[in-house]
């Protein structure tokens, strides 16, 4: 047949990873598969013209379609060999889903904990290492593997679908409907090569798991919980700002709003306020919620955004949303229903500070939503994320005319033919990427990953970190974070702007930390880097503390003494 020999002569082409070459010739028409596969492998992609019009006039006489994402389940041979047990752990929050599942994993013999957050790969790690259970963290930006270690706390993104487990877990699985990275989900949940699968997450995944999963030949099992403390909505909105009590948590969407709060609520001399948003660096997110969750500290109130939405374990007593309306990049709209439920559902965790919880606005108006949405269930999910791999788009990068990674994966995502239980992920933020990045005289392969790295191109400072690095990477080969950064010149903020840019600061290091691990030779100052991270968060946190609050107080670490500042942020001009 056309299309295995085909197979075969892709198979034993010099640039395509193992995993591709393997699936080459696994029998199946959807091939090529894993979308984040390519990432741990090292990868020659200098395939020759030659080979690529022999390509094009292969695929062209086999009439094999690089764009039928229609079969993804036959991409995960590994996972395809078992037959998987899968427990899909659903029910309200704080039902005691996750709890559940990190009990399995514990008691196996090897596992994985896939979360959608750091934080919670963070969390995992702790536990099962405390419970001497030896469990390596793998992140973007960070690995920390232990001698021995049979068990992984990894970002979901990370998850290895070449590994063999006895156990693993996908935490808040609903997230597979997630626009940008349901298609991660998707593919732990495809890919994962488990004795048992546990899945924790919302009801309303359930429907769409079992479709998607009619076709594995796992077994899957559908376990129901129910909350463990209560959960009021108030009648009353919070009134006065002097009703504002130890344990309650305000909850608003912009960072300007945020620290608005935060003055005015220590302005009124009762109570000092933590702060958790979205970028902040995640190490003083959890700092941040440390201080909130402890007794002995003056910090009793939290003031956040729906980044405490999931993972964090914090002691709120009571939910107060400031608004039910968000900007969500294009407009402002209503939260949804699950959002509502996922942020309310933080108040009163079982086995806190506070055994039930509460929740309530400022807006009267805002109220009967709340009740509501609080009532309804979450709508049931239709669709998953899909992504072809870098693999795939390499092939059909031969067929293409163009060599701009932008008009690849445009004329790509617009061919893809896909089953109706998946929509192909928005990418917008990677063409964004790609349209800054195309003109320079870069592999596919480099531009593919500086096109999936953790860039904010909405964050100008970011967005400049990136093409700097990817220009120098261009020019030289190899970037010394020296040459655009400048060591020991970091220092205290002290106006809102400076503390934003300080956020940007982190966010550029932490991009080189990530680079770092997929191009160490080219990137190889990531300790340099990941001091410097760490650097940033304790100055934003020494800021945090300063604000709005004169009382000196004693620390055991003062980022501030840790260096003499200079500019505001290291980076030079072009940053
Ligand atoms: N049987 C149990 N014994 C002791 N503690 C428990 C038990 N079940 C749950 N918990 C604790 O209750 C809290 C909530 O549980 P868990 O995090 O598993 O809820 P969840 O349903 O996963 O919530 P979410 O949807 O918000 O992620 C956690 O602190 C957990 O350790
Ligand atoms: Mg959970």
Not at 315 to 338: A, C, E, H, Q, Y
Not at 348 to 375: A, M, N, W
Not at 411 to 418: G, P, S, T
Request: glycine share 6%; hydrophobic share 40%; with cysteine.
């Amino acid at each position: 047949m056309a299309s295995s020999i085909l197979r075969r002569n892709l198979a034993s082409v010099r640039g395509l990873s193992r995993s591709t070459q393997s699936l080459l010739l696994f029998p199946s028409p959807g091939l090529l598969a894993d979308p984040l596969a390519c990432l741990g492998l090292n990868l020659d992609f200098t395939c020759g013209v030659n080979y690529g019009r022999r390509l094009a006039s292969s695929c062209t006489s086999a009439k094999l379609d690089l764009t039928d994402l229609t079969r993804p389940h036959s991409w995960y041979p590994n996972a395809r060999r078992k037959k998987r047990k899968v427990y899909v752990h659903v029910g309200p929050t704080n039902s005691g889903k996750t709890y559940h599942a990190l009990k399995q994993l514990e008691s196996s013999a090897s596992g994985v904990y896939c979360g959608p957050l750091r934080l919670l790969a963070w969390e995992v790690a702790k536990r099962l290492n405390k419970a001497n259970i030896l469990c390596d963290l793998i992140t973007g930006q960070e690995r920390e593997e232990l001698d021995g270690a049979h068990h992984k706390a990894v970002t979901v993104e990370m998850a290895d679908v070449m590994c063999e487990y006895q156990c693993a877990v996908i935490d808040e699985i609903q997230m597979i409907g997630c626009k940008t990275r349901g298609f991660s989900f998707t593919r732990a949940l495809l890919g994962i090569s488990a004795d048992e699968l546990h899945l924790c997450g919302d009801p309303a995944a359930v429907p769409l798991i079992e479709e998607i999963l009619k076709v594995t030949g796992d077994i899957i099992k559908v376990q129901h919980y129910e909350r463990l403390s209560p959960l009021t909505p108030l009648n009353v909105p919070l009134g006065s700002f002097s009703n504002i009590d130890r344990g309650d948590c305000i909850v608003t969407f912009s960072r300007q709003e945020i620290y608005k709060l935060k003055r005015k609520i220590e302005s009124g001399g009762n109570h000092l306020c933590s702060v958790v948003y979205g970028s902040l660096p995640p190490e003083t997110r959890t700092r941040q919620a440390t201080m909130f969750n402890d007794e002995s500290s003056e910090f009793d109130v939290l003031v956040a955004s729906d980044a405490i939405g999931m993972g964090l374990n914090l002691n709120i007593s009571r939910i107060i949303f400031s608004t039910l309306k968000k900007f969500d990049g294009v407009s402002i709209r209503d939260l949804t229903v699950p959002e509502i439920k996922q942020i309310a559902g933080r108040a009163g965790r079982y086995g806190s500070k506070f055994s039930s919880g509460e929740v309530t606005c400022i807006d009267p108006e805002d109220l009967p939503l709340l009740h509501s949405s609080l009532q309804s269930p979450s709508p049931v999910l239709e669709r998953a994320g899909l992504f072809p791999t870098y693999d795939l788009l390499l092939l059909y990068s031969r067929l293409q005319s163009t060599t701009g990674f932008q008009s690849i994966l445009e004329n790509f995502l617009e061919q893809a033919k896909l089953s109706p239980h998946y929509f192909i992920a928005d990418c917008e933020a990677m063409l964004k990427v790609a349209g800054v990045i195309d003109e320079l005289p870069l592999t596919l392969q480099d531009k593919y990953l500086f096109c999936i790295s953790p860039v904010d191109m909405d964050d100008d400072i970011s967005a400049q970190g990136l093409i700097q690095f990817a220009e120098t990477f261009a020019k030289k080969g190899i970037v010394r974070l020296k040459e655009i950064f400048t060591p020991g010149t970091l220092q205290v903020p002290k106006t809102q702007n400076a503390l934003k840019e300080l956020e940007s600061v982190h966010k550029v290091l932490d991009l080189y930390v990530w680079l770092s691990f997929r191009m160490e030779e080219s990137f190889p100052d990531r300790e340099l880097a990941s001091s410097q991270r760490a650097i940033c968060s304790l100055l934003i946190e020494e800021f945090l503390e300063r604000l709005g609050w004169q009382k000196p107080r004693p620390r055991k670490l003062s980022a501030h003494s840790l260096m003499k500042s200079i500019p505001a942020s290291g980076f030079r001009e072009h940053l």
